[in-house]
């Protein structure tokens, strides 16, 4: 693969389209959504359950669930595409270029085997390493991770670790490899919230000093604003509102991104009602025609009752909503605009 | 560690007592061996000799007692019917049965594990499926039923392989084998595969639950993630964590196979100790029926030992000290 230009965004995902097929139809899980990650960017992407998140994760990686599929777009990899790689192929690609983390510190390693063993195994299939050499550099591993003792915890075997420790095995294990790009799926929605925030910063150091890329996929929007460069809102399968993370927090264009604002609890705020969204995101038969947002939206038009928005440039943001739409700003700054 | 094993051998001693027992009582509730030992003609003076000489004139405790001395000695006391030693009968008939019992044990986990991996793993697979639809023949189908199926077809239309018998026999002093003549493998073909048919789809079928089980856990999907090669995700990963169950049951179906025998070794006229047990039922031979007995509750006892065991072997979080098994974490 030739060296990439430096301008060129590590992931690049274009119109991507995942399906279920069901004996009542087809249903579309994610809806021709598109971003990118670069270098050493992290990129947070939070939304509701069941908006995509974790589906997005898995459609890159090629570790789909039949009968989930890929139906349309494209996914590129420091400018390769990946998506119709065969399986193989595929297989190489994660781990060794792509890691990923999931939620369950608990039960993403086998019961069986050592880790030690776990380690090892994952470093030879992808570098040209001996065993011995592998075990040295899943010890140097579980050092960086901040595991006490490495060299004698290697030998021992899951159940004798803690979440925590548990959890930082995990990101050894897809750190092993020096991949690109790290999916980190929830990675701390099932831990402490004190070792939570361990994990995360343990996460953020690791990635920089690495040059490693993260999609961190949460429904925390605290974890995003502390640790993402940039944020993808996702909602009912498409984004809805994807940029800085400093500029989507203070100024939410979209109204769910608003309303997902408006649910963190802060600390210098106490005593008022945390506001929420009312209603629950549709579900994946029954999306609403327009703007799948529509019936929960507070700013709604009748625009947003006719015709899907895509994302619009809105300065450094892009925002999936008419109320940005540039025919209306134009609309508004002439005097005109309805609604 | 050591206390678990001494904990079995304890029960492993209660059971064997209880079998003992059962054993015993046989002599004094199944018919009047003496019956069936002496003609009809037989005068009573006759009856009451042989009666004293094979102690069955004594008191219903004092037979016991000194069943359980002798039991314990390997004493089983002498056939009614054969006027041998039962323990010299057995063991002439043992080696027979085990190496029956281990052919068909070897037949079903080398068809049965990899059939059930792979359609565990090819779950909507044409293959599979057609496994499946196969397997239940041998889950439905009665043994004898299978055993004259076989014989009649290779042994009756194709001639291929001997339809009753042991072939020739090595004898190696204290054990004799059919293992190392042609015409006793080829003997021991038909009734192995009738024997082992059953646990052969029971273990296909089990590691085939157990597959699709482990597949949709997280450790196999964080497996593929890490990029491992699918031979190690199926055969490392996956296959390791379905053995603590196959096991069990292989372990319990071992002991099945030595009862079960006594039906293919009737089929097939195999020299073994469930043709012998099922002759010493006709004749009401209580020493050898209780010897058998006590033989076949001693596999048993044994055989989950060693299973218990082999969890040791398979499973880590077994083997931590027991501190670490009840939740001490660091």
């Known amino acids: ?339 | 560690m050591t206390a678990f094993v001494v904990r079995r051998l304890m029960q492993a001693v209660l059971v064997m007592l209880t079998v003992g027992f059962i054993a015993f009582t046989m002599f004094n509730f199944i018919g009047d061996p003496v019956n069936n030992l002496v003609g009809p003609d037989a005068t009573a003076e006759d009856r009451e000799r042989i009666r004293v000489s094979l102690g069955l004139d004594r008191p219903f405790y004092v037979q016991y007692v000194k069943f359980l001395a002798n039991a314990v000695q390997g004493q089983f006391g002498t056939s009614f019917r054969l006027g041998m030693k039962v323990t010299t009968v057995l063991a002439e008939r043992m080696p027979a049965t085990l190496e029956l019992v281990f052919s068909a044990a070897l037949i079903s986990l080398c068809i049965g594990v990899p059939l059930g991996v792979y359609t565990g793993i090819h779950r909507r697979g044409v293959l599979s499926r057609v496994f499946l639809t196969f397997s239940l023949i041998g889950i439905s189908l009665p043994t004898f039923l299978i055993g004259i199926l076989l014989i009649l077809i290779f042994s009756v239309y194709l001639k291929w392989l001997p339809s009753f018998g042991r072939g020739q026999v090595v004898d190696l002093g204290w054990w004799s084998t059919g293992f190392l003549t042609q015409s006793g493998l080829r003997s021991l073909i038909l009734p192995a595969i009738t024997l082992g048919l059953f646990q052969t789809t029971l273990i296909m079928r089990l590691v085939r639950a157990e597959m699709l089980e482990v597949m949709r856990t997280d450790y196999i999907k964080f497996a593929r993630a890490r990029g491992l090669s699918r031979r190690a995700i199926n055969f490392g990963h996956a296959l390791k964590n379905t053995l603590v169950p196959v096991i069990t049951i292989t372990g319990l179906q071992i002991g099945g196979l030595i009862a079960f025998a006594i039906i293919t070794e009737t089929v097939f006229q195999w020299p073994g100790m469930g043709l012998l047990f099922l002759q010493a039922i006709q004749y009401a031979d209580v020493p050898v029926m209780s010897c058998y007995l006590i033989l076949v509750a001693l596999m048993f006892v044994m055989i989950n030992l060693a299973v218990d065991l082999l969890y040791y072997a398979v499973d880590p979080r077994l083997r931590a000290d027991r501190g670490a098994v009840r939740g001490r974490q660091v």
């Not at chain 1, 390769?80 to 781990?95: A, F, N, S, T, Y």
């Open chain 1, 1 to 339: 693969m030739p060296r990439p230009p430096a301008n060129q965004p590590l992931l690049q995902v274009e119109n991507l389209v995942v399906e279920f097929p069901t004996r009542r139809g087809v249903l579309r899980a994610i809806d021709d959504i598109s971003f990118h990650i670069d270098q050493g960017e992290v990129l947070g992407v939070v939304g509701e359950s069941g908006a995509g998140k974790s589906l997005t994760g898995a459609a890159i990686i090629g570790l789909l669930e039949p009968p989930g599929r890929i139906a349309g777009g494209r996914v590129f990899l420091d400018g390769g595409r990946i998506d119709d790689l065969p399986p193989e192929k595929m297989r190489r690609v994660r781990g060794k270029q792509i890691g990923a983390i999931f939620q369950d510190p608990l039960t993403s390693l086998n019961p069986l085997y050592s880790i030690g063993r776990q380690l090892a195994e994952t470093i030879t299939t992808h570098l040209p390493m001996s065993e011995a050499e592998a075990r040295k550099r899943a010890i140097e591993l579980l050092a960086e991770v901040g595991i006490p003792a490495p060299d004698k915890r290697i030998d021992h075997y899951p159940h004798q670790f803690s979440g925590g420790m548990r959890q930082r095995v995990v990101i050894a294990l897809a750190l092993c490899a020096n991949p690109r790009l790290i999916i980190a799926d929830e990675p701390t929605t099932a831990l402490d919230v004190s070792i939570q925030a361990q994990i995360i910063a343990l996460l953020k150091r690791l990635c920089r000093d690495h040059g490693t890329a993260v999609m961190l996929i949460t429904h925390d929007m605290g974890v995003i604003a502390e640790t993402a460069d940039r944020v993808a809102v996702m909602y009912a399968g498409r984004i809805a509102e994807v940029g800085p993370v400093r500029q989507v927090i203070k100024h939410a264009l979209h109204p769910y991104t608003e309303g997902l604002m408006g649910s963190i609890p802060s600390v210098g705020m106490d005593r008022q009602r945390l506001a929420q969204i009312d209603g629950a995101m549709p579900r994946l038969n029954a999306i609403p025609q327009g703007c799948a947002f529509n019936p929960r939206c507070p700013k709604v038009f009748d625009r947003c009752r006719v015709e899907r928005p895509d994302l619009m440039a809105q300065g450094t943001t892009q925002v999936a909503c008419w109320l940005h739409a540039p025919d209306r700003a134009l609309a508004k700054a002439a005097g005109g605009g309805r609604g």
